[in-house]
């Protein structure tokens, strides 16, 4: 008998990790949306100022194109993307009518404090299709914060402004201490953005909608410093383990 015949294989412990908490919200997010009938698209981190800015209807002049507000790559023909929307423009310019796409991932903008990293993640929606109207935009912010906050949840929308949307809106949520809080931006695609996508405005409409991945995980684990969720504390992100959202370790 050789001296490896009584070996015992090694014992592997249950339990050694668990999901990150900003990977379980965004997740949860995108099986939301796909169970509404949401196709996930992706696209790259560099991006074009064409399809970042442009595309977008948002002019040279606006603030957001500025250097303190966005990563310039490859002596500046280039930026990190801001919002995940150019993946929506590249995927209205690839796919026939009706569409509703889901795209989620890494963006870059230069914040950095308390509520904002200079890379974060977001997820965004849109559906373009005739006949598309605020009401149905409405209908679905409900069903998304109802599911992620449940059916109890007082929610206002306030008028706000986008380059592409319009109508827009921003979304809140009143907390258990009262106070309204900022939970996510949305609107109407704008008929500029529509042509930018060789979409006949007269014919369809749009819905687009964006949310904070981080921002979601705060409100919903009470996380007052975003800064928190990647210091790589395991005493920290081991209260994560429970998955909120499937009832399961």
């Known amino acids: 008998m050789s001296n490896t015949d009584n070996i015992e294989p090694p014992v592997i412990k249950d339990n050694l990790g668990s999901i990150h908490p900003i990977n379980q919200v965004k997740e949860h997010l995108l099986k939301m949306l796909f169970d509404l009938g949401f196709q996930e698209v992706d696209g790259p981190e560099i991006e074009?100022?064409?399809?970042?800015?442009?595309?977008?209807?948002?002019?040279?002049?606006?603030?957001?194109r500025q250097m303190h507000d966005t990563f310039y790559v490859e002596n500046k023909t280039n930026v990190l993307r801001t919002h995940t929307s150019p993946v929506q423009i590249r995927s209205m310019l690839e796919t026939?009518?009706?569409?509703?796409?889901?795209?989620?991932?890494?963006?870059?903008?230069?914040?950095?404090?308390?509520?904002?990293?200079?890379?974060?993640?977001?997820?965004?929606?849109?559906?373009v299709d005739e006949n598309?109207?605020?009401?149905?935009?409405?209908?679905?912010?409900?069903?998304?914060?109802?599911?992620?906050?449940?059916?109890?949840?007082?929610?206002?929308?306030?008028?706000?402004?986008?380059?592409?949307?319009?109508p827009s809106a921003e979304v809140d949520i009143l907390s258990d201490h009262g106070k309204w809080l900022e939970i996510?931006?949305?609107?109407?695609?704008?008929?500029?953005?529509?042509?930018?996508?060789?979409?006949?405005?007269?014919?369809?409409?749009?819905?687009?909608?964006?949310?904070?991945?981080?921002?979601?995980?705060?409100?919903?684990?009470?996380?007052?410093?975003?800064?928190?969720?990647?210091?790589?504390?395991?005493?920290?992100?081991?209260?994560?383990k429970w998955n909120f959202y499937t009832k399961t370790y």
């Open 132 to 166: 598309v109207t605020f009401a149905n935009l409405k209908d679905l912010i409900h069903q998304i914060l109802h599911n992620l906050f449940g059916k109890n949840v007082q929610i206002r929308f306030r008028p706000s402004y986008f380059p592409f949307t319009e």
């Open 48 to 64: 074009s100022e064409d399809f970042n800015f442009d595309m977008l209807n948002i002019k040279k002049s606006h603030p957001a």
């Open 96 to 127: 026939k009518l009706p569409i509703a796409f889901a795209s989620a991932g890494k963006v870059y903008r230069k914040d950095d404090d308390a509520t904002h990293l200079p890379m974060f993640h977001q997820v965004e929606g849109i559906y």
């Open 184 to 240: 996510l931006g949305c609107g109407i695609v704008n008929p500029v953005v529509l042509k930018n996508c060789n979409i006949n405005p007269d014919q369809y409409s749009g819905l687009a909608f964006g949310l904070g991945v981080e921002r979601i995980a705060m409100l919903k684990y009470g996380v007052n410093d975003i800064r928190e969720f990647y210091k790589s504390n395991l005493d920290f992100l081991s209260q994560f």
